[in-house]
């Protein structure tokens, strides 16, 4: 069953990504689906913050009933962290992409960062979340 369509997730942790178009909300989501998919698959649940902005209820009820929310911010602007506060919901933990893989600031010209770097990024945010996820089910 897709992590869009699973009803049953009052056991699981939710991680909230960025789902921006720059490399860096590509850098969160990428490592959030790594976790889905390969490092702590079955334990955890995706909920794109446009879900949460549009007020989806089946989504919000899978918040409501999560084990802990996750939230995987690209850029220091928190939109997902934002998302959540505004229907009232509190992350239990933030993970920043930005902080953890050492983004460079950026004004208008946003970095390109070469795929292979892209994907050491990847691999390094989504140990951190593995490790985050693996804490709080501990709990």
Known sequence: MSACNDNKSESKVILVSCSGM?????????????????KAKGT?????????????????DRLKNAR???????????????????????????VPAYKVCDFEPWGIELPDIPTAERQDMIDKLSDVIAQEVAKVRNL
């Open 22 to 38: 720059c490399v860096h909300g590509q850098i969160s989501a990428g490592a959030v689906h790594q976790v889905l998919y390969e």
């Open 44 to 60: 955890c649940d995706w909920i794109c913050p446009a879900s949460i902005q549009a007020g989806i209820d089946w989504q919000l």
């Open 68 to 94: 802990a929310i996750i939230a995987v911010p690209g850029c220091p602007e928190l939109c997902d962290v934002k998302s959540l506060r505004k229907a009232g919901f509190k992350p239990d933990k933030i």
